[in-house]
């Protein structure tokens, strides 16, 4: 049996970058000696939720990838002997910036980055303003998967969880898990509580789903806290490959926690529910069109 730890670090953030580089590489030791294997940070950690507005000083807060935070986090990862998923707003180039996640490897070496592919533009959400996409014709970036000590990862990032086509094509690039760092919330002028409930469910169900259609386990960490209008909701989750929750986090509460996982689950599910074998590869062409009119 292939027995892997998962940490997953919820946290609130402040203004200050540094103080909540801090407390990410605390959870980090915190779940290293309760026998993490990989560590999970939520999505750009290092500041608060700054898309909520549309902000020319915000860009500062970007930096190079590989950069000063990932150096600082290889030291740490070699340090605990854990693998470190860290999502950081890159600067790429004069007026060109992502929304990244980097792989560190538990011998500390930087294996590569995520850049997101998915850029919404909603109310509290105004990432097209700040984020360019991934190039998906990029010979080394778009969708990918991180060969590291624990494991085959896939990493895709918040708004790409909605997107079924997005883990379908990493699963079948070999990811044997799937992980979502996120930062999503309830908007705290939403008058009708119903419609809180029903977001966040649609939510967590839809990555559940990833789970289930790709015969993975899933790992998603969200942030908690009020910024500006948003409630962070928390409830960081790792789903097994069939869509049942080993662990859900709370709504309100900074946590670290770590779950074992078993990576052979993948063989049993995928054997007893074969979605993959069954796939009709030769009629999926219409997927590329942006609307079938």
Not at 63 to 73: Q, R
Not at 247 to 272: F, G, M, N, P, W
Request: proline share 4%; net charge negative.
């Amino acid at each position: 049996m292939r027995k892997v730890n998962i940490g997953l670090v919820q946290m609130s953030c402040s203004a200050d970058v540094a103080e909540n580089t801090q407390k990410a590489i605390k959870g980090i030791r915190e779940a290293a000696a309760k026998g993490a294997n990989i560590v999970c940070l939520q999505e750009l950690f290092t500041s608060l939720y700054f898309c909520d507005v549309e902000d020319h000083a915000n860009f500062n807060l970007a930096e190079a990838i590989p950069g000063p935070t990932t150096d600082l986090l290889s030291t740490v990862a070699k340090e605990c002997n854990v693998v470190i998923i860290a999502s950081l707003f890159e600067k790429r180039a004069a007026g060109l910036y992502h929304n990244t996640t980097a792989v560190l490897d538990a011998d500390g070496k930087y294996l590569g980055k995520y850049r997101k592919m998915h850029i919404p533009d909603d109310p509290g959400y105004y990432e097209k303003f700040y984020f360019t996409p991934g190039d998906a014709s990029a010979d080394d970036l778009g969708y990918k998967i991180f060969e590291t000590k624990y494991g085959k990862l896939g990493v895709l990032i918040c708004w790409d969880q909605w997107y079924p086509e997005a883990s379908r094509i990493t699963a079948l690039m070999g990811a044997e898990i799937l992980f979502y760092p996120t930062a999503i919330g309830w908007d705290t002028n939403e008058p009708d509580p119903a419609m809180n409930t029903e977001q966040y469910n649609a939510w967590q169900t839809i990555q559940r789903s990833h789970a289930v259609a790709n015969g993975l386990h899933v790992v998603s960490v969200n942030r908690v806290g009020r910024e500006a209008d948003q409630q962070f909701w928390g409830g960081s989750f790792v789903a097994n490959p069939f869509g049942s929750l080993l662990y859900l986090a709370s709504h309100d509460k900074e946590e670290v926690h770590v779950q074992e996982i078993d990576l052979d689950l993948t063989e049993k599910y995928r054997t007893t529910w074969p979605y993959l074998r069954d796939r009709r590869v030769d009629s999926y062409g219409p997927i590329l069109k942006r609307f079938i009119d």
